[in-house]
């Protein structure tokens, strides 16, 4: 992997160390300065900028030159904040099922996959890559202005905590992480007690922590989905037929989210059991976004969501809603 990172430069802001340094400001022996390459981001040292070039490069780039669908460099973080968590919640389907691939994938199982301080990590950035006019076009700092499928992308299919990525900024990302994990270990615990008239699910595993990181500007996001156990022997090791449904899984929801479709989960009873697609289209009377589903067939228009690289190996042998029914039937 390149390691090497853009020089730095002084920087006259007085503000406080980003969320990479644990250092205050009080504790900082000279000023801090900014990234040469984009002048957004700040470090302490050469070894502070070094250690967080492995998300950082994915969004340095001066600041006339922008992503396609971006409308600004320099949003403000809260800003930024808000929109990426309406964002998780609008693609809460489709995220929730790429974080249980990226974790089944591993081929550990689940039960010592979650024993481990890992999480899964989604590296994104602002803007879709795939975004139409009438559907929203990228990030806006004004209220009301975001389509909340579009104002972000996810840059690569996310790995379940990846050590090298961990070790990397261990200050920041590696300490998110065992924070994260330990609330999700702890409300795992709550979950699974006995309690008078309380119904537990016996193939629950457990909740698997999930950070968000927006690569240009460092704000992340910790989040959490819940993990259940494959029905039969499909779990440890993870079975050829199951492997190939949730790489199938992975690229179709990756496909889609980065398109600013919506995946919805579908009626538990319907046939087929595939998931429901729907855009978000603001209302010109109320001048609010709506979720509207759109006219799709499985069968006949996956194409638009499967990469050009995409496996799809269960796809190339038979039709995507049979693909779908016996990923759910996994359950």
Not at 30 to 58: I, M
Request: overall charge positive; proline content about 7%.
């Amino acid at each position: 992997m390149d390691t090497s990172s853009t020089p730095l430069e002084p920087s006259s802001s007085t503000a406080p160390p980003d969320s990479r340094s644990t250092l205050t400001a009080a504790e900082l022996n000279e000023p801090l300065k900014r990234c040469a390459g984009c002048s957004l981001s700040t470090y302490c040292s050469k070894e502070c900028q070094g250690a967080s070039w492995v998300l950082h490069k994915f969004g340095c780039r001066s600041k006339n030159v922008k992503f396609g669908h971006e409308r600004t460099a320099r949003a403000t973080l809260p800003g930024q904040g808000n929109a990426l968590w309406d964002w998780v919640q609008a693609h809460k389907y489709a995220l929730e099922h790429m974080a249980r691939a990226a974790l089944f994938l591993t081929g550990t199982g689940a039960t010592a996959a979650m024993a481990a301080d890992r999480a899964v990590i989604f590296p994104i950035a602002l803007g879709t890559s795939g975004s139409s006019s009438s559907y929203g076009s990228g990030f806006s700092s004004r209220p009301g202005d975001n389509d909340p499928a579009t104002t972000f992308r996810i840059l690569s299919k996310p790995e379940f905590s990846p050590e090298s990525l961990v070790r990397t900024d261990p200050r920041h990302l590696g300490k998110l992480v065992k924070e994260q994990k330990a609330q999700c270990r702890e409300r795992s615990e709550a979950e699974c007690t006995p309690a008078p008239g309380k119904m537990f699910c016996p193939t629950f595993v457990g909740y698997v922590p999930v950070i968000f990181l927006v690569a240009a500007s460092g704000v992340t996001l910790a989040h959490c989905y819940n993990i259940y156990h494959m029905l039969g022997e499909c779990d440890n090791p993870l079975a050829p037929h199951a492997r190939a449904l949730h790489e199938d899984v992975m690229d179709v929801c990756f496909k889609a989210v980065n398109r600013g479709y919506v995946l919805k989960s579908p009626d538990r009873w319907a046939r087929p059991q595939a998931p429901l697609m729907c855009r978000f289209k603001k209302s010109q009377k109320e001048k609010i976004w709506k979720l509207r589903p759109v006219q799709w067939d499985w069968d006949r228009d996956v194409s638009e969501v499967i990469s050009a690289d995409a496996t799809a190996r269960r796809l190339k042998v038979q039709p995507p809603t049979t693909m779908w029914g016996e990923y759910n039937e996994l359950w």
